[in-house]
């Protein structure tokens, strides 16, 4: 695993770390949030509010676990897809007041600069993704997709 991929895996854990544990702090800020959001039936509020943070940690701990980085790229990736997908409902419905992205702890506005916080998200995930898949041997082959991280190591060698 790089540096870059473990600076990002080690990010997003925090970040999803501290986002579940805001709601679930604060359980009815959270469930008023979604709500007045309207994308969750009324009558499943209170379950997801109460899902959706545990969710968020175990995801984290999923990341940060390394067990299995190719699963846990792909559902990181999805995740704050998923994440960038509300978020422009939201804005394109006009319920811009609060994401409710982190609870109480930092009330977040929807509009065109929390959106553009959310594509460059998106695009870490996506970047952490490609790395991921490209540390994977190739199917019968036994070969790298990009390089063999043998040919890296050997090629910073010579250069020294």
């Known amino acids: ?22 709601k679930i702090d604060d359980y009815e800020h959270f469930a008023n949030i979604l709500y007045h959001q309207g994308l969750i039936s009324p009558k499943f509020v209170p379950l997801a509010a109460r899902i959706l ?12 676990s390394g067990i299995t980085s190719l699963f846990s790229a792909i559902i ?3 995740t704050f897809g998923f994440f960038l997908v509300v978020r422009c409902t939201l804005f394109g419905l006009g319920r811009t007041e609060d994401c409710g992205c982190y609870g109480k702890l930092k009330p977040e506005p929807i509009n065109a600069a929390s959106i553009c916080t959310s594509i460059l998200m998106l695009f870490m995930t996506i970047f952490h993704l490609w790395l991921a898949i490209s540390t994977l041997p190739l199917p ?21």
């Open 76 to 78: 990181l990736t999805s």
């Open 53 to 64: 943070p545990y969710i968020e940690i175990i995801i984290a701990f999923l990341i940060i």
């Open 1 to 22: 695993m790089s540096l870059i991929s473990l600076a990002i895996e080690i990010y997003f854990t925090i970040v999803l770390i501290i986002s579940g544990l805001a």
């Open 140 to 160: 019968l082959t036994g070969r790298y997709a990009v390089r063999e991280p043998e040919e890296r190591s050997e090629r910073l060698n010579e250069k020294e």
